[in-house]
Structure formats: structure tokens, C-alpha cells
DNA sequence: TTGTAGGCGTTATCAT
DNA sequence: ATGATAACGCCTACAA
């Protein structure tokens, strides 16, 4: 096992070897074509070079990568904090390993998204949170790979896997009026490029077409204070509810957009010494692992995440494949799980000011 | 822009153009030494073709991928649902995307790491939680590329980021026995892959060290049954302080070796209707995001996980540039963070038997 | 069963 | 300022 500094290629074994190039190919593609002594002969001679068959000299052959790229807009290290997007990773694993696909991740190059994706080697997107009003999408879309879109709006020619978040929205804000609630604030994601004009579409307005039709059975109108939105983090869950508690609102009930939100506001309830859900009663959205360890457990709309992840990377593969799937619109769908952190109101009215 | 199925090459353009291939190519890579028309009407003639420069083609002439492979020796399916590996990611990306480079995850392709490491197309690998004792680390090493090692040990030659385990382990002991308490049991985590020998420098027995260390300073002595085993999971952590209370263990405190197990324990001691710190105090390792909002917020060690991300990034980018660090081996320091789920043992006594 | 030769799409070298 | 030509390392008809 010689290392002579620069790495062995194939002419050097069919050299080693005494046979062609075609020989020492065979040798690692398609062993049956070859006489088994010469076979082990070439083996051997690669072995004792060190060899092993270039990935990329390959894939330039062979016009195939072998991974599938996951693409974002925002950046990575702030993505990795999300519990989310974990969980949506970690469906994407699970379809892609289970067809021998590895996984590349594609954040913004530089600035701009598209410099990445030109950049990537992969078969195939799988864009998460991709806005159709974002400034790169055509360019992107020009790359001529196949993509699947998740959770997001306005590509119709595209497909996608989405899911009922109006539905699900409604689901919680009807529990929450059915508790007897009227006096409910919603802590909402806001998008997370501010320089990109928000789609009318997006997650955040079906959602709150979703809480405004549940709370609209019972006459309960959202007004604009009512409405507070920050990042899909912990600490802006908690700050926001501040606010709005600042703003004078003086909720009974909290409809959060994430479950991250979600463990902020009931962190933000108690320090102003009330409690969850005596005084405030709390729900989320995602329904994330620790969501049902919290304390009290939190009642939450569940969407199945992870399924997302694994139902984005099958259609992804079927188009990769050549196959053209029937359904290009994949819409899944959403779960109210109701726990500990939801309750009747306290004493069926809502705190009046002057008790903060 | 016309699409012909066939993807524009660097010729069609050289052609419609009327240059050279040469030309077409600096016109991508080096403007300056264009006239500025020939450049201009260059970049037309792409434009219309809908012409990119194909990565792979491109990263065979530079011998440089512009990624960086995060290699695992578990499925990634299972690890995203790990938060510290979250973490992790988040600080390996935070790095990454600094120098420009994007990110490929690596697990097993069919049973085998060195395969998928042999068709990964990336300038260098950071391994997490690769034992020296996995069957193919010598093979994987012998892919030429520069290797960083995080959490593993036993690998004197290869460049590391470590954790200083066994003291942070010996803080969470030493913190229990100053409260009073002498009943501890340890939830620990067992090898991910029981079919190779435990390393005897683990992750897991390094702790192990720590915690004995800091409970002998009071006589205390930890016998095979208070060290139950299991995944990194909070159900596991669940099921292992289960067992070891069907094993007649009544402990007033519990060292878990990772946060997730530490929340599935208090889960456990609740569903025995005993309280976390009244009648059970517990210890997590590791500190997330989310455990200073349990309630009560967790003590727990912390760790810099993504610190440990980023430096194994900065060490392999210097390997990867040619530099040679005096450095090779990195040990980051543990903190213990005492919050609400440890006090007193109650009545300063363990628990009797016949209370469960 | 094995070898020859061309192609994959780009960049680098060296002319002009 | 631009071009011709040779790598880069492998795969794969097609030929022998």
C-alpha cells in the first residue's frame, strides 16, 4: 500500500494490473464480465494503489448524483434551531436512506440562493418555506432539476406538499370558544425575509383565516392589537406576549402559530404571576416532541411533520425516476391533540385591566 | 429561451456566440480579461440557451467540491430527532456558510459508512460519535481526505473536538451530594450500535467516571443496578427510571446523561406520584433549548454543542486550505447549570422501600 | 473475455 | 484579447 501523495486513478491499476481501463471498470461495475482470475488480479492491484473510483469523474459519466438537495431560503445555523425543521429532516432522512440517497443542504450562497443551487450536484430540490414571491424562484426553477415545494403557495405548476392550515386553525380557535373563551390574542410567524413582500397566501394568513372562522361562529372579532407576530422561536414567543400584554390586551386564551411560541407565551404568563391554564389557556401548532412533556402538557394542532419530509422526497424520487405521479398536489392533514394547557376561563370572564 | 431537453453545454454557447469555448468560460469565471462586448454578448447567448455551468463537469477540472460531508454513523432519520444534534448542525452550518460551503450529510448506504463515504463528493468529512472502534474507520480513513472527529476518542492521530466529560459529571455528582442526597441511580446511554465492542473510553463511560468520582467524595457507591441504559430518548428515559424502580431502586436523585433522558425521567417520576425536586431531584446533560422552560427548568451540565460544530468546521476548512494547526486535538469545557429540578432530598432521607 | 476509442462538460496551459 | 488543445477520471458502445 503505496501513498505516493497523488491519488491512484484507474489507469494506474490497469497498468498495475497489466489489463485496459475498460478491465478495471468491469472489475468494480460488472465483475460477471470478467474471468475471475483477472478480476481478483485487478482487485488486487487496486488494493495495494490505494484505488478507489472518483465520485465526481463518475457522476460526470453517469449524469447522476445519487443525492437529493434540501433547499431553504434562510440560513442553515438558524434553520438547525428550529425543532420543526429537525423533525421535517429527519423524514427526508428516513425516504432518502431507504432508496440510497444521501442529502445535501443548500442555503443561501453569498447572498443569493440560485449561486447555491448552481453550485449543488444533486438529482433533485426539496425546497421547504420557498415563497413563490421569492426573487430567485425562477431563476432556480431554470436549473431544469426537478423539485418538490413544501409548505408553500402560488405554485400551482409545481408540485407540492402542503398542508390544512386553515383547517387546523380552525380546529384550535373553536376549542378554545367552545371552553367559553372570548377574549383570545394570536401570536403569529412573520415572514421570515421582511424585504420580500408576504404572500397573500402564506402561512400565516391561511392560519389566521383558520383562527378568525372559529372565533367568527361565536361573533369574536380579531382585531389588529390582537394580532402579534414574531419569529418561530421560544424567546419571541414569550417576548410577544409581552407585548401584547403591553399593547393593554388581557387574553383568557393564547393561539399560537408554533409549539416554539407556544413555550414562550406560557413562559411570558407566568412571570407576570398568573398561570397556565387557570388563567390563561394556551395552544400550539406542530405539536413537536416535548410538547406533550411540558408542564402542563400542551394542547396543540398536530400536522404531521415528519410525514411531510418522506411525502415530499417520494414524489421528489418519482419525478427523478421519469415517472409522472398523478397527484402533483399533496395537501396533509392536521390533528387538534387537546392536553393540560386548555381550560375554562377563569371564572368564565376575562381578567379586566389594572391587574398586571 | 429555448428548452431542447438537452441541457445547454459551454460549446452551444461557444457556438451561438461565435468564441471559443475558452472565451465562454471567462466570461463566467474571468470577466476582466474579456472586451467588455465580446463578455456582454457572451452572457446573451447564455442567457438565451438557458446555459449553466454544469457543478460536477466543474468540480472535476478544480479538484474542489465546496462542501463539507457531516458524517454519521447512525441513520440520519434517527439523529434529526435528536436535538442535540440540531445543535450540532446549527453550529457545523453557522461555520460552513461563513466560508462559503454547503453542507452533505453522510449515513450508512446500505449498511455500509465507507461506501457512502466512497461516493460522497466533498473536500472533507466531520465525523460525530465515530468510535476508533467501528469496523470501518480504516477504510473511511483511507479516502485521503481530511477528517475531523467530534465526541469519539481513541483516535490519538486524527485531529478532535472533544468534550471534557468526566468533569462535567463529576459537577452534576458533587452538586447531589452537597443537597444531602446518597440514594442517586444513573441514566445512561448505551452504545448506538451494540454489535460493536464499546469503545472503553466512551462517551458513556467517561461520565460514568465523573459521576463515581463525585459520589465516592462522600463514601457513595454506585452498584450495577442505580446505571440503567438506554437510548438518548426522552421515552427511553422513561422506560429506563421505570426499570430501575421495578428493580427495587428508590433513589432521591437521578444523573441522566443526556437532557432527553432527564425529561423523560421527570415524566416517569410524576406518573408515580412523586414530584420533581420534592420527592426526586434530576440532572440532565447537555442543556437545550427548551430545558430552562420545563418546568421545573432543568439543572443541568452544559455543553457547547454548537461551539463543538463550529471549531470542527474551522479545524477541518485549515486542513482543507493546507494549513496545519498546532492544535489538533480541542477539548471544550462543560458548565453546570443549576435551575429548579434539584433541592434537598426529602426529609433528608431516601425513600423506603414499599412506598411505589 | 478483453481492448480501443470517444464522450461527459469544464478549466488550464500555452500559443497567437 | 482570444483560441486550440490537452487534461480531469471515469464509463460504455463497439470492436476484436
Redesign the pocket.
Known amino acids: 500500500l503505496v501513498h505516493t501523495g497523488r491519488?491512484a486513478?484507474?489507469?494506474d491499476v490497469a497498468d498495475k494490473a497489466?489489463?485496459?481501463?475498460?478491465?478495471v471498470?468491469?472489475a468494480?461495475?460488472k465483475p460477471d464480465?470478467?474471468?475471475p482470475?483477472?478480476?481478483s488480479r485487478i482487485r488486487d492491484a487496486a488494493e495495494s494503489l490505494g484505488?478507489?473510483?472518483?465520485p465526481v469523474?463518475?457522476m460526470?459519466?453517469?449524469?447522476r448524483t445519487g443525492t437529493i438537495g434540501v433547499l431553504t431560503p434562510q440560513a442553515l445555523a438558524v434553520i438547525f434551531d428550529n425543532p420543526f425543521f429537525s423533525a421535517f429532516s429527519a423524514g427526508v432522512s428516513a425516504a432518502a436512506e431507504e432508496s440510497g440517497y444521501a442529502l445535501h443542504f443548500i442555503s443561501p450562497l453569498r447572498g443569493s440562493l440560485a449561486r447555491a443551487v448552481g453550485r449543488a450536484t444533486v438529482d433533485g430540490f426539496v425546497a421547504i418555506g420557498l415563497s413563490a414571491a421569492h426573487p430567485e424562484v425562477e431563476e432556480i426553477r431554470r436549473s431544469g432539476l426537478p423539485m418538490v415545494v413544501v409548505d408553500s403557495t402560488g405554485m400551482a405548476d409545481q408540485p407540492t406538499i402542503d398542508l390544512d392550515d386553515q383547517d387546523g386553525a380552525h380546529a384550535a380557535a373553536e376549542h378554545l370558544v367552545a371552553l367559553g373563551h372570548r377574549e383570545v390574542i394570536v401570536l403569529g410567524i412573520e415572514a421570515p425575509e421582511p424585504e420580500h413582500e408576504p404572500s397573500p397566501d402564506s402561512i400565516m394568513s391561511r392560519r389566521l383565516a383558520g383562527y378568525r372562522a372559529g372565533l367568527a361562529s361565536v361573533g369574536v372579532h380579531l382585531p389588529p392589537e390582537s394580532i402579534i407576530a414574531g419569529s418561530a422561536t421560544i424567546e419571541s414567543g414569550r417576548v410577544c406576549f409581552r407585548r401584547a400584554w403591553e399593547l393593554g390586551r388581557r387574553p383568557t386564551a393564547i393561539l399560537a402559530m408554533s409549539d416554539a411560541i407556544a413555550i414562550g407565551a406560557m413562559r411570558g404568563v407566568r412571570e407576570l404571576g398568573l398561570s397556565v391554564p387557570g388563567d390563561v389557556s394556551v395552544v400550539g401548532f406542530d405539536d413537536i416532541d416535548v410538547a406533550q412533556y411540558l408542564d402542563p402538557p400542551l394542547t396543540t394542532v398536530r400536522q404531521p411533520v415528519r410525514l411531510k419530509g418522506e411525502e415530499a422526497v417520494r414524489l421528489l424520487l418519482a419525478f427523478i425516476n421519469g415517472e409522472t405521479p398523478p397527484d402533483i398536489h399533496r395537501t396533509l392533514a392536521t390533528t387538534l391533540i387537546v392536553r393540560g394547557s386548555t381550560a375554562v376561563p377563569p371564572r368564565a370572564a376575562p381578567l379586566t385591566n389594572g391587574r398586571g
Chains 1, 2 share one sequence.
Open positions: 491519488r486513478t484507474i489507469t497489466g489489463v485496459s481501463k475498460t478491465s471498470s468491469f468494480f461495475n464480465r470478467l474471468h482470475d483477472t478480476a484505488y478507489r473510483p472518483h469523474a463518475r460526470l459519466t453517469q449524469r
